[in-house]
């Protein structure tokens, strides 16, 4: 009977769990599939994507973004975008960007402070110069990703290098795919907290059932504790989830802030005939 009992309760915890695994892998072979270059069908796509509770990391959720919504840009441009949003602190954007696309012709001192001027940027606030021990140069600027933005749509193009504002538009297509991966993510743990909710409930009753059933077989048998124990982790699961929707209340007014940037940012482009 003390077998009965304990391979009956993992049985029941296994086959539940189970249904809520998805893979990456898989995802290619959807039935959802869109393809267009305006991001119109992609608040569809987010919702699909979190209603099947297929989970992504950020750096997947743009590589899926670039092949459905605009395949024909430059892939290789996403990795830095992803690396400014994500890194820690202000001054996160080196000045070897400014060089590779297309900002300055060259990384003199001279050259780069010129075109900061000219930019109307000021130091400390958009950028910073710092000394270095290295050659061949003397001194690094590092740039905030706003600064870097601002740069992209409104510097000239330098000679053959690439065009700054056609990445400049592009960058401002990679923050709405970020706002939507935003939404995505918290969808995604609504969703997982709900259905983590009828686990715990659907376990919760086979377990008071096993209880009810085999408590005084248990008792004699000494797995009543066992019994106890599982039925105390998922009340204590059933509390982690009431935190982990707090964190999401606070997630969605911190999201909210972020789409009112972007809007922002919109129209002041728009209205320099810019975007």
Same mark, same amino acid.
């Given at each position: 009977?003390?077998?009965?009992?304990?391979?009956?309760? /993992?049985?029941?915890?296994? =086959?539940?769990?189970?249904?809520?695994?998805?893979?990456? %892998?898989?995802?290619?072979?959807?039935?959802?599939?869109?393809?267009?270059?305006?991001?119109?069908?992609?608040?569809?796509?987010?919702?699909?994507? &979190?209603?099947?509770?297929?989970?992504?990391?950020?750096?997947?959720? +743009?590589?899926?973004?670039?092949?459905?919504?605009?395949? %024909?840009?430059?892939?290789?441009?996403?990795?830095?975008?992803? =690396?400014?949003?994500?890194?820690?602190?202000?001054? !996160?954007?080196?000045?070897?960007?400014?060089?590779?696309?297309?900002?300055?012709?060259?990384?003199?001192?001279?050259? !780069?402070?010129? $075109?900061?001027? $000219?930019?109307?940027?000021?130091?400390?606030?958009?950028?910073?110069? $710092?000394?270095?021990?290295?050659?061949?140069?003397?001194?690094? @600027?590092?740039?905030?990703?706003? &600064?870097?933005? @601002?740069?992209?749509?409104?510097?000239?193009?330098?000679?053959?290098?690439?065009?700054?504002?056609?990445?400049?538009?592009? @960058?401002?297509?990679?923050? $709405?795919?970020? %706002? +939507?991966?935003?939404?995505?993510?918290?969808?995604?743990?609504?969703?997982?907290?709900? &259905?983590?909710?009828?686990?715990?409930?659907?376990?919760?009753?086979? /377990?008071?059932?096993?209880?009810?059933?085999?408590?005084?077989?248990?008792?004699? &048998?000494?797995?009543?504790?066992?019994?106890?124990?599982?039925?105390?982790?998922?009340?204590?699961? =059933?509390?982690?989830?009431?935190?982990?929707?707090? =964190?999401?209340?606070?997630?969605? %007014?911190?999201?909210?802030?972020?789409?009112?940037?972007?809007?922002?940012?919109?129209?002041?482009?728009?209205?320099?005939?810019?975007?």
């Amino acid at each position: 009977m003390n077998y009965l009992i304990f391979f009956s309760v /993992i049985k029941l915890l296994r =086959e539940q769990r189970g249904t809520l695994s998805y893979s990456f %892998s898989n995802l290619q072979h959807r039935a959802f599939v869109v393809m267009d270059t305006d991001l119109s069908g992609a608040s569809d796509y987010v919702k699909y994507l &979190a209603d099947t509770l297929t989970k992504l990391t950020v750096s997947e959720f +743009f590589k899926e973004f670039h092949y459905r919504f605009f395949t %024909s840009e430059d892939p290789s441009f996403i990795p830095l975008f992803l =690396e400014l949003v994500t890194l820690p602190g202000d001054f !996160v954007v080196h000045q070897s960007n400014l060089l590779e696309y297309g900002i300055v012709p060259s990384l003199t001192l001279r050259v !780069v402070k010129n $075109k900061f001027d $000219k930019l109307g940027l000021i130091d400390a606030n958009d950028y910073l110069l $710092k000394e270095v021990y290295k050659e061949p140069l003397a001194h690094e @600027f590092f740039l905030t990703p706003e &600064a870097f933005r @601002f740069c992209l749509l409104r510097a000239p193009r330098c000679g053959n290098k690439k065009n700054p504002y056609d990445y400049g538009r592009y @960058f401002l297509l990679l923050e $709405k795919v970020y %706002s +939507f991966y935003q939404t995505y993510r918290l969808s995604y743990l609504e969703k997982l907290t709900e &259905a983590d909710h009828v686990f715990i409930e659907q376990n919760m009753q086979k /377990i008071n059932n096993l209880e009810y059933r085999y408590s005084n077989q248990a008792e004699e &048998a000494g797995m009543y504790e066992l019994v106890q124990f599982i039925k105390t982790t998922n009340e204590r699961m =059933e509390q982690k989830l009431h935190e982990i929707q707090n =964190e999401i209340n606070k997630f969605r %007014s911190s999201l909210s802030n972020v789409q009112d940037e972007i809007c922002e940012i919109r129209e002041i482009a728009e209205n320099a005939g810019q975007y």
